[in-house]
């Protein structure tokens, strides 16, 4: 049975913590279809299906990570940055809690620098909606490595890092505490949303901008339709990716980018 918890955040008052699940993302859509409420949040020890960005798995051992999703019913003009004021939420969330230099890699995998000074992956998370412009649902999903129980996935395991390694904490998961880490994310995520509701979206950009390590750096983004290569050099009001290639610039909405160097 999944438990009920208190949480500091007002919007996100409704925590429901569960043992195991396919995915609190699909979840939380199937809840959204039923009519479950705005700020609703859904967490598990452990995913069965977890799905990450670009239709990839997210795989996580029990009790090694932190896995949520947040229920969201919003405007459909607000919707293009929620994606990149989570990213935002969980870097400030990590930053206090744990005095990790978190960062952001566009548009929302957090990154915290390896044993080697390697950028390694922390955290991903994926946005997906449901229903209509007039009855829209957005669930955020988030998955944080907080410590390992077995090595990543070899072909992850030297790009990936856990929350335990990133603070030098030597007794793993018992030592990081997931529901305190959950409670200043969303506290975090309702303080951005707020200001995006509000007429805030130029705060939100320029907090994210100072996260976003890679305005600034050549990259080559893997689009749905394509591959580009150039200079990340800002990110638009719709949090879509400018990039000058060649001395052409476009902006990009969805990709996997890379750092070149
Ligand atoms: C990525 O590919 O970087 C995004 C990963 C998102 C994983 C989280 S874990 C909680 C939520 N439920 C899912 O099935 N996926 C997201």
């Keep these: 049975m999944g438990r009920s918890l208190k949480a500091k955040s007002q919007r996100f008052s409704e925590i429901q913590w569960i043992e195991e699940t396919g995915s609190t993302n699909r979840d939380l859509l199937e809840a959204a279809r039923q009519g479950q409420r705005d700020g609703s949040v859904l967490v598990t020890n452990h995913q069965t299906a977890g799905r990450g960005r670009q239709g990839r798995a997210w795989h996580d051992d029990p009790g090694s ?31 206090v809690s744990s005095s990790v230099d978190a960062v952001l890699k566009w548009p929302n995998d957090v990154l915290v620098a390896g044993p080697d000074g390697t950028e390694r992956k922390l955290a991903g998370i994926l946005a997906e909606a449901t229903g ?6 957005v669930v955020i999903g988030c998955g944080i490595n907080v410590a390992f129980v077995t090595s990543p996935p070899i072909e992850v395991a030297d790009r990936a890092i856990d929350l335990a390694a990133a603070t030098e904490a030597t007794d793993g998961v018992e030592s990081i505490d997931r529901a305190a880490l959950l409670d200043t994310i969303l506290a975090r995520l309702e303080y ?24 600034g750096r050549n990259i080559r983004l893997e689009t749905p339709t394509g591959v580009v290569e150039g200079t990340a050099v800002d990110i638009d009001p719709n949090g879509a990716l400018v990039i000058d290639s060649n001395g052409t610039r476009r902006s990009y909405f969805a990709g996997d980018a890379h750092h070149l160097v």
């Design 65 to 95: 990570s932190l896995l949520f999703s947040v229920l969201l019913r919003p405007e459909p003009d607000h919707v293009s940055l929620f994606p990149l004021v989570m990213g935002l939420a969980v870097v400030e969330a990590v930053r």
């Design 132 to 137: 209509s412009a007039s009855d829209l649902a």
């Design 192 to 215: 951005w949303l707020t200001a995006l509701e509000t007429g805030g979206a130029a705060r939100i950009l320029a907090a994210y901008r100072d996260c976003c390590i890679t305005v």
